[in-house]
Nanobody, 124 residues
């Protein structure tokens, strides 16, 4: 098990940028697949992006492709989601997720550890 703590959320105008970070506990972080999900009010939690344990493979939802970039630093046990070109539709609580089996895909049930979330609000 890992403990996940997200940070970096906030209020930004449309077109702006934010950088979300997820800090993980544990000594086997590099074996975990990591993902970012988001949940807007009244909507299902949806996949945003995932990254493999070594960081060499990434995966994005079509809605964020070419705007968001996921990366990880295994020496610091962190995963980052850099977001550019934010739109009001990106407003949601963003969650970091981890899977000890290395899964980093879009199925939320493939992850076995979740953070508490960080709010991102994009004003028009």
């Amino acid at each position: 098990q890992v403990q996940l703590v997200e940070s970096g959320g906030g209020l930004v105008q449309a077109g702006g940028s934010l950088r979300l970070s997820c800090a993980a506990s544990g000594r086997t972080f590099s074996s975990y697949g990591m993902g970012w999900f988001r949940q807007a009010p009244g909507k299902e939690r949806e996949f945003v992006s995932g990254i493999s344990g070594g960081g060499g493979a990434t995966y994005y939802a079509d809605s964020v492709k070419n705007r968001f970039t996921i990366s990880r630093d295994n020496a610091k046990n962190t995963v980052t989601l850099q977001m550019h070109g934010l739109e009001p539709e990106d407003t949601a609580v963003y969650y970091c997720a981890a899977d000890r089996g290395g899964y980093y895909g879009s199925n939320r049930y493939g992850y076995d550890n979740w953070g508490q979330g960080t709010q991102v609000t994009v004003s028009s």
